[in-house]
């Protein structure tokens, strides 16, 4: 039995950096309500000049665009997702759980584009697998199928929610603990609002939920609440998959220094610039100075006396907006995005081949990422058919297509692939089956699923 609310080293060495990184990402009022924490004060600068600049901060957010357009252009069309063999109804259930991952009417390509966007932030995220639970045990697949218990959910946890685990040396789980915190109004007419804590733990075998009410009167003790075997017990795993990313290709953490630097350059020219459009009076006189200089006030000045007004030359204000440029195109440029930065790269236009260099890069870019998803989809969805028993093999293809084209130059290319005159029917009916995939990616998943058996029905006869 271990402390349920012992957090593993990893995790609290991580903890303030994840949170700074989901900060840079959603930017808005969340990150000027946080902006205290990044904001740099200078050296001997007054609080109240400041806490003026904390009230004018504002921030430039490049790095969550750029999170964003990875996921936007990695899932433009949904991936290719055939199951074959296995138990008829166990088609059935994913054509539908497809359409409805999380017993909540997301699909699942918009669950997984979630995922992908948590882990191009965090480095990772997680996807437990669950089944509903009912006081009483089916008899048979007949009866788990009726009361509901068969139909697996997917939900996703983000990195910070993962405080504790235990992998052996192929990296698989042992054990975790899941930590959640929930704030609910039990009631309508009750101006209370408790703060729920629960933490899940799961091993090989077993699960065990807790949890933890705080109350405006004091906070009570962690209380188990429900325990059991969980669905994955009969194969001995943990039913937590993890979707993680290298190094590499983590862009939260290539770009939140950069993305920080420029947060602090670009305020300090802002304010720098804010200052010089108050202008300050000087006044050149050897006698001693002792008018009241306003709006609605004169000054006399004696005949050798002379009056003028402070202001920059600007020649700082040029290095320093320089600089935030070039801030601005090295964040899309560790991002594998430099096309995206601008026309111009270290003071010259960028030509048309040098652009469709870079974009080469970003296209390996994106198929990496597409691997990724790829496998962990595969790897969630061949994991619940184990689970069900159904014996269904899962094909997972797709997501390989980036460039904005047209679908009727795709066809073309496939007209004249098919008029070479290869005899092969194997080759055409995966011509037909990709042609109608891309067509209809928006499908219901059961529709694409009977015209895929359609095809194969057609090329069998």
């Not at 017990?233 to 950069?258: E, F, I």
């Amino acid at each position: 039995m271990i402390e349920i609310d012992r957090e593993h080293p990893d995790y609290k060495r991580q903890r303030h950096m994840l949170q700074s990184y989901r900060d840079l990402y959603r930017g808005g009022l969340d990150f000027k309500q946080r902006s205290a924490e990044y904001l740099l004060q200078r050296q001997k600068e007054p609080l109240d000049v400041y806490g003026e600049r904390l009230q004018r901060v504002f921030y430039q957010n490049y790095v969550g665009s750029i999170v964003d357009w990875y996921a936007s252009t990695l899932f433009r069309r949904e991936p290719s997702i055939h199951f074959c063999n296995g138990l008829e109804d166990g088609q059935k259930f994913f054509s539908g759980f497809v359409d409805d991952c999380d017993r909540k009417g997301t699909r699942l390509s918009t669950f997984f584009r979630q995922c992908l966007i948590d882990t191009l932030v965090a480095g990772e995220t997680h996807i437990l697998v669950d089944f509903p639970r009912t006081g009483e045990i089916p008899l048979n697949r007949a009866e788990e199928d009726a009361s509901g218990v068969s139909r697996a959910y997917l939900v996703q946890y983000q990195a910070e929610n993962l405080i504790n685990w235990s992998a052996n040396e192929r990296g698989d789980y042992d054990w975790i603990v899941l930590r959640q915190k929930v704030r609910r109004q039990p009631r309508i007419d009750s101006p209370e609002v408790l703060d729920e804590t629960y933490w899940r733990y799961y091993d090989r075998s077993e699960f065990r939920t807790y949890r933890r009410i705080e109350r405006q009167d004091g906070t009570a003790d962690i209380v188990l609440i429900d325990f059991g075997p969980h669905a994955f017990s009969r194969d001995n795993r943990v039913p937590l998959t993890t979707m993680r990313v290298s190094d590499g290709l983590w862009l939260m953490n290539k770009a939140a220094n950069l993305q920080l630097e420029h947060f602090n350059k670009s305020n300090a020219l802002a304010w720098a610039i804010t200052m010089g459009l108050f202008a300050m009076p000087v006044i050149y006189s050897d006698r001693e100075w002792n008018q009241i200089v306003g709006e609605s006030y004169y000054i006399q000045l004696g005949p050798s006396d002379r009056f003028g007004w402070t202001e920059p030359d600007g020649k700082v204000y040029k290095i320093a907006a320089d600089n935030l440029e070039s801030l601005k195109e090295e964040i899309y440029r560790v991002c594998y995005l430099s096309q995206a930065s601008g026309e111009q790269i270290s003071g010259h236009a960028q030509s048309a081949l040098s652009k469709q260099m870079d974009f080469a890069i970003t296209q390996e870019v994106l198929r990496a990422y597409s691997s990724v998803i790829k496998d962990c989809i595969r790897q969630v969805l061949s994991a619940i058919s184990i689970a069900r028993q159904d014996g269904v093999a899962i094909t997972v293809s797709g997501l390989d297509e980036f460039d904005i084209g047209d679908f009727a130059a795709e066809l073309q290319d496939a007209k004249s692939l098919l008029q070479i005159g290869i005899e092969s029917p194997t080759l055409r009916r995966q011509i037909y089956q990709r042609l109608a995939a891309k067509y209809l990616s928006d499908t219901r998943q059961e529709v694409k699923d009977q015209i895929s058996r359609e095809i194969d029905a057609q090329f069998r006869n």
